[in-house]
């Protein structure tokens, strides 16, 4: 079983928004960051949006005032709320949940198969 599972990716016109979730697999446990990454073809993996348990919240630039992140911990999902898309956000979107140490380092994270999110003009 997949440690989190994706959904919500597709094609999309620029200027359109589309929901991704996460929902992480019974046995992931212990999360205390969840969020989502991005790789556009040809390019490095970049943060997109992520959030603590203690409600810190962290958007790339490009992103914030369009990009909404949400997370439920109870029920251990995260959600991105992406708002006028543009061409540039076209990438595969993935999950990532973080265990983490009191400095805040990673201890353990688990990472989701990804999801396509294509923008066309």
């Known amino acids: 079983q997949e440690p989190l599972v994706e959904s919500g990716g597709g094609l999309v016109q620029s200027g359109g928004s589309l929901r991704l979730s996460c929902a992480a697999a019974?046995?992931?446990?212990?999360?205390?960051?969840m969020g989502w990454y991005r790789q556009a073809p040809g390019k490095q993996l970049e943060l997109v949006a992520s959030?603590?348990?203690?409600?810190?919240?962290t958007y790339a630039d490009s992103v914030k005032g369009r990009f909404t992140i949400s997370r439920d911990t109870v029920k251990r999902t995260v959600d991105l709320k992406m708002n006028n898309l543009r061409y540039e956000d076209t990438a595969v979107y993935y999950c990532?949940?973080?265990?983490?140490?009191?400095?805040?380092?990673?201890?353990?994270?688990?990472w989701g198969q990804g999801t396509q999110v294509t923008v066309y003009s």
């Open positions: 990532r949940a973080a265990i983490l140490d009191v400095d805040g380092s990673t201890r353990y994270e688990y």
């Open positions: 019974v046995g992931v446990f212990s999360i205390n960051a």
């Open positions: 959030k603590t348990n203690r409600v810190t919240t």
